[in-house]
């Protein structure tokens, strides 16, 4: 499989004349063909030396049955029945394993390649597992089907725009499933990662603008958090500069408000001071007031007992002189009140004998009053008609009508009576 210039590795095991040549195989990388195990040439016969290396783990045979580890150095007199079996490599092997049109959840065909670097060992154990057991050719076939099924897996689980976050996440997922499907067969896989995802050619143009976009756009919010940050510096610049002067301008005010408390102090106590000094001289007018007014009054008492009795004497001349006219008064009044009895008393003497008289003719007066009465109030009555109308109701107005016509009938039966006398 090959794409933009990469291959995929090939794990082999090669035939070799010598052993000696052992170092010189393992670094000859053809055809993406790494060779991993080394197979040297049977001998024929007795062999007078071998030089076994050093590096690789080096596994013998004697009689076809593996003896394990030959250890290294020169080995004398080698048999034709005893062989070196296997040269097995130490050096860390790097694996590659690309992938090719693998679809993503929105079916995007992607290449995808994939690295992974691994050992055999870590020790002649681990080496012998390996040959015995699993081999190089399987080995290849084995990392080549895990490898593609968990990429495919992996990109078929996200869209074309998330693929490329997907490195970390897969390295750390694949190297922990591999090592415990291989380690049992003496292989160490050391590391895995995706060196590289390749997109559409039209897509790739598309997301490399996007990121390019993108890039501006992240520059354009760093420039702007810049400029934000330079802004807040300023302000707080600013504000340390108000809060500074604040607190000196507090400071100022402060040492003022105790400059002002101080003058207040002396103020209080200077009007305190002069509080005293008034209350002091208060009082000493107070007494002397109070010494004056009881002078005056001493004075007052004495010219209100004079006073007083001069005015029950001038009184007590008054009432005499009243008393005197009153005695007069009374004197006058007794004989004008004799003079008034005495008159009353003639006067009674006269209204008995005109009562006599009228006792005497009681019938003729009484209907000559009844007469008079009765012109009286038909004079009232036409005077009432006469002023205008008047609308009288209820029960006052029923009294009225019952006079009036009481009234007339008395009236008339007089005049007749007058008329028959």
């Known amino acids: 499989m090959n794409f933009d210039g990469i291959q995929h590795s090939h794990l082999v095991q090669k035939r070799i004349g010598d052993v000696k040549s052992s170092a010189r195989e393992f670094a000859r990388v053809e055809n993406s063909e790494i060779p991993v195990v080394l197979i040297p040439k049977w001998p024929n016969l007795i062999q007078f ?63 995808v390649d994939l690295s992974l670097t691994f050992r055999i060992g870590p020790d002649v154990e681990a080496a012998t597992t390996f040959v015995y057991n699993m081999g190089a050719h399987r080995f290849d076939e084995f990392l080549a089907a895990k490898t593609e099924e968990a990429i495919r897996g992996l990109v078929y689980s996200v869209t074309h725009d998330k693929v490329n976050d997907l490195r970390e996440e897969f390295a750390s997922g694949m190297l922990q499933t591999l090592n415990a499907q291989v ?6 896989i050391l590391n895995v990662k995706i060196t590289e995802v390749f997109l559409p050619a039209e897509l790739q143009q598309r997301l490399e603008r996007t990121t390019a976009f993108r890039t501006k756009m992240e520059e354009a919010e760093k420039q702007h958090e810049n400029k934000i940050v330079v ?29 002002y408390e101080i003058e207040l102090a002396e103020m209080l106590e200077a009007t305190r001071g002069k509080a005293k000094v008034d209350e002091t001289n208060a009082r000493s007018k107070a007494e002397v007031m109070v010494t004056k007014a009881a002078g005056d009054k001493e004075v007052a008492k004495v010219n209100g007992q004079q006073a007083a009795e001069e005015l029950v004497r001038k009184t007590e001349i008054e009432c ?17 009140s004799e003079a008034k009895l005495a008159a009353a008393a003639n006067r009674a003497q006269a209204l008995i004998a005109t009562a006599e008289a009228e006792r005497k003719a009681t019938t003729q007066l009484a209907e000559k009053r009844r007469y008079e009465l009765e012109w009286e109030r038909l004079r009232v009555l036409k005077q009432i008609a006469g002023t205008g109308r008047k609308f009288i109701s209820g029960e006052r107005g029923q009294e009225i009508l019952q006079e009036l016509t009481q009234t007339a009938a008395e009236g008339a039966a007089a005049a007749r009576s007058s008329r028959g006398r």
């Open 231 to 259: 802004q807040r510096d300023a302000a707080t610049q600013e504000l340390e500069v108000i809060r500074k002067t604040n607190a000196r301008r507090l400071q100022e005010l402060n040492a003022e408000i105790k400059r």
């Open 49 to 111: 030396s071998v030089n076994v290396p050093s590096g690789p783990y080096v596994l013998w045979q004697k009689w076809h049955k593996n003896m394990g580890k030959l250890e290294p150095g020169v080995k004398w007199f080698w048999p034709a029945y005893n062989r070196i079996s296997h040269v097995v490599t130490r050096e860390t092997i790097t694996y590659n394993a690309p992938a090719k049109q693998c679809p993503t959840a929105d079916n995007v065909m992607v290449n």
């Open 320 to 336: 005499q002189r009243r008393r005197v006219e009153a005695d007069q008064m009374a004197q006058t009044l007794i004989l004008e």
């Open 183 to 188: 380690n049992p067969y003496g292989v160490q």
